[in-house]
């Protein structure tokens, strides 16, 4: 299966709006409505931060929010801070018991 | 307070085996699927395999079918993966993680492990 696609960076300044997409197929982002979002700061484990395109796991800030239209869902940061600098990784079910994940998405804080 | 630690990667020659160890605490172990998540150096991630809470059934890419068996022991709270057949590309930190494939999320993950596949 092949990954979903995210842009390599994203910026934005603090207390702006920022939002990373994440790009598959109808065998996957389009065809399920089952896509996760990890932060992962450097030499750390990841972290889920919305399941399932919109749901906000406990402790995950308010700022933190899912969409999706069609083959591509999105994660915006709301009232950017800088403790929101890491990567980004989105990750969906592709059918026949199998996950895909995105490459990417190293966000900077400006 | 749910952790996960895993252990066992080490440094293994081309076509040598591992296997890796993650040991679960703070929630009743039997009662969620688990699943191995890969990070090559530098690189994004890339799900491995998956278990059901009663160890059935078993998932695994097509990357490492038939190389890679997980398994776990709910007695001791444990998942494990069996590394045979290791080739440079699986180099990578290894993480276990808490969750289901079919819904698409992991909650909790291990600090991970380091797999080096090199002569």
Known sequence: QSALTQPPSASGSPGQSVTISCTGTSSDVGGYSYVSWYQQHPGKAPKLMISEVTKRPSGVPHRFSGSKSGNTASLTVSGLQAEDEADYYCSSYAGSNNLVFGGGTKLTVL | ?119
């Open chain 2, 1 to 119: 307070e749910v952790q996960l630690l895993e252990s066992g990667g080490d440094l293994v020659l081309p076509g040598g085996s591992l296997r890796l160890s993650c040991a679960a605490s703070g929630y009743t172990f039997s009662s969620y699927a688990m699943s191995w998540v890969r990070q090559a150096p530098g690189v994004g991630l890339e799900w491995v395999s998956a278990i059901g809470g009663s160890g059935e059934p078993t998932y695994y890419a097509d990357s490492v079918r038939g190389r890679f068996t997980i398994s776990r022991d709910n007695s001791r709270n444990t998942l494990y993966l069996q590394l045979n057949s290791l080739r440079a590309e699986d180099t990578a930190v290894y993480y276990c993680a808490r969750g289901y494939v079919s819904s698409g999320w992991f909650d909790c993950w291990g600090q991970g492990t380091l797999v080096t596949v090199s002569s």
